[in-house]
């Protein structure tokens, strides 16, 4: 059975992960040492707060062993700020991603009747090729943020629109991130997360 290993770097709402894997029963336990990544058999990245922060507490023995484990075929899913760390660079703040996406942030425009943050239920377009959101019928996810990946970006599987199309999903080999927060988004996640289970494997 897959063991799911979330990454804890203190940027927010890893309870909420592990309530809703316990609610799947999919085993999966809170990481707070770099080195004990090898031994889960799929990694989540989530967070929620400022792009500086995250890149701020990726110091190099997580870097180093997040690396280590995409090489070795781990699979990994970014959640929110956690797909954002996975790309390359964010205007929120300095710092670099981790680059595996060539994804770069820009603060979602302003625009007629539509408030920044974004937040709140979207629609999400999925491509033919997404494994996130196969066998999701009409999915929507719960979205809390106020900075963006072009739906046009390289990786992009499912994107959102807000004004402007957005980048809701990102999938390459054994990486993918999405936007939006499964843990927030009742069957949908639901169907998202037992998706990356069983359909990204080692």
């Given at each position: 059975?897959?063991?799911?290993?979330?990454i804890s770097l203190?940027?927010g709402?890893?309870?909420?992960v592990?309530?809703?894997?316990?609610w799947?029963?999919?085993?999966?336990?809170?990481?707070q040492?770099p080195?004990?990544?090898?031994q889960?058999?799929?990694?989540?990245?989530?967070?929620?707060?400022?792009?500086?922060?995250?890149?701020?507490?990726?110091?190099?023995?997580?870097r180093e062993?997040?690396e280590?484990?995409i090489?070795?075929g781990?699979?990994?899913?970014?959640i929110?700020?956690?797909?954002?760390?996975?790309?390359?660079s964010s205007?929120?703040?300095?710092?670099?991603?981790?680059?595996?996406f060539?994804?770069?942030?820009?603060?979602?425009?302003?625009?007629?009747?539509?408030r920044?943050?974004?937040?709140?239920?979207?629609?999400v377009?999925?491509?033919?090729?997404?494994v996130?959101?196969?066998?999701?019928?009409?999915?929507r996810?719960?979205?809390?943020?106020?900075?963006?990946?072009?739906?046009n970006?390289?990786?992009?599987?499912g994107?959102a629109?807000?004004?402007?199309?957005?980048?809701?999903?990102l999938?390459?080999?054994?990486i993918?991130?999405v936007?939006?927060h499964?843990?927030?988004?009742?069957?949908?996640?639901?169907?998202?997360?037992?998706?990356?289970?069983?359909?990204?494997?080692?």
């Amino acid at each position: 059975m897959s063991h799911i290993g979330v990454i804890s770097l203190g940027l927010g709402n890893i309870a909420s992960v592990l309530r809703m894997l316990a609610w799947l029963e999919i085993p999966a336990k809170a990481v707070q040492e770099p080195n004990e990544l090898q031994q889960f058999s799929h990694l989540i990245l989530p967070g929620v707060g400022h792009f500086t922060d995250g890149t701020t507490r990726l110091t190099p023995p997580w870097r180093e062993q997040i690396e280590q484990s995409i090489k070795s075929g781990i699979p990994l899913l970014g959640i929110c700020l956690g797909m954002q760390l996975l790309s390359k660079s964010s205007e929120e703040g300095s710092g670099d991603g981790l680059n595996y996406f060539t994804s770069h942030f820009q603060k979602i425009p302003q625009a007629p009747g539509l408030r920044v943050p974004h937040m709140g239920w979207n629609e999400v377009v999925a491509s033919s090729n997404s494994v996130l959101l196969k066998d999701i019928d009409q999915p929507r996810f719960y979205f809390v943020h106020s900075y963006y990946a072009s739906g046009n970006d390289s990786g992009c599987t499912g994107f959102a629109r807000y004004g402007i199309p957005i980048a809701a999903v990102l999938e390459r080999d054994n990486i993918c991130g999405v936007q939006f927060h499964p843990e927030k988004s009742h069957r949908f996640g639901m169907q998202l997360l037992r998706n990356f289970v069983t359909q990204y494997n080692l």
